[in-house]
């Protein structure tokens, strides 16, 4: 069955950088995009972004241009989101999900991953 | 960017009633929409795309519609397991936009 199971949580200084992974079994991970949403504690859902892991194209929100980038490593069937100069209101839990076609828009999820930006 | 306002932000209700959520979105989308339920510390969970595709395994009492500017998910008859947060996805202009989400609780 599709599973993606993301890296455990982490804790960051401001200005640091974090990378999040995603690793996907039971499909082929070329075959269909991935995500990344965020939400903030108490907050709604924030799309950050997606790569299509068959070719490598992105495409990221204005407002994380420039500080997000995102790949995925085919050998081992994982998506990576790395987030640079971080800031406290980055802190939020991460999730990536597969999907982005209008059938397959983001069918599945990961469990999530919290990063906490906090000196 | 496309704003996607959802209303109410919550409702409480009664098991068995009829509960309808509105998606408006501030230019037309066609039918580029998706609906997810996200329970308390839980993953969301898609059930609706397409504006108005059920997905696989989610009971029928769910149901989407809407196309261009507005949208609902209408759950006909809501059960104990609904109360949850319900939020709306437009993915037809970058950047993606979620709406705001609504909570529903217990009356």
């Known amino acids: 069955q599709v599973q993606l199971v993301q890296s455990g949580a982490e804790m960051k200084m401001p200005g640091a950088s974090v990378r999040v992974s995603c690793k996907a079994s039971g499909y082929t991970l070329t075959n269909y995009g991935i995500s990344w949403v965020r939400q903030a504690p108490g907050q709604g859902l924030e799309w950050t972004g997606w790569?299509?892991?068959?070719?490598?194209?992105?495409m990221y929100p204005p407002k994380l241009q420039g500080r997000v980038t995102m790949t995925t490593d085919t050998s081992t069937s994982t998506a990576y989101l790395e987030l640079r100069s971080l800031r406290s209101d980055d802190t939020a839990v991460y999730y990536c999900?597969?999907?982005?076609?209008?059938?397959?828009?983001?069918?599945?999820w990961g469990q999530g991953t919290l990063v906490t930006v906090s000196s | 960017d496309i704003q996607m306002t959802q209303s109410p932000s919550a409702i409480s209700a009664s098991i068995g009633d009829r509960v309808t959520i509105t998606c408006r979105a501030s230019q037309g989308i066609t039918n580029s929409l998706v609906w997810f339920q996200q329970k308390p510390g839980k993953v969301p969970k898609r059930l609706v795309f397409a504006a108005s595709s059920l997905q696989s395994g989610v009971p029928s009492r769910f149901s989407g519609s809407g196309s261009g500017t507005e949208f609902t998910l209408t759950i006909s008859s809501l059960q104990p397991e609904d109360f949850a947060t319900y939020h709306c996805l437009q993915h037809h202009s970058y950047p993606w936009t979620f709406g705001q989400g609504t909570k529903v609780e217990i009356k």
């Open positions: 790569i299509d892991p068959f070719n490598g194209n992105t």
């Open positions: 999900a597969r999907g982005l076609g209008t059938t397959t828009m983001l069918e599945y």
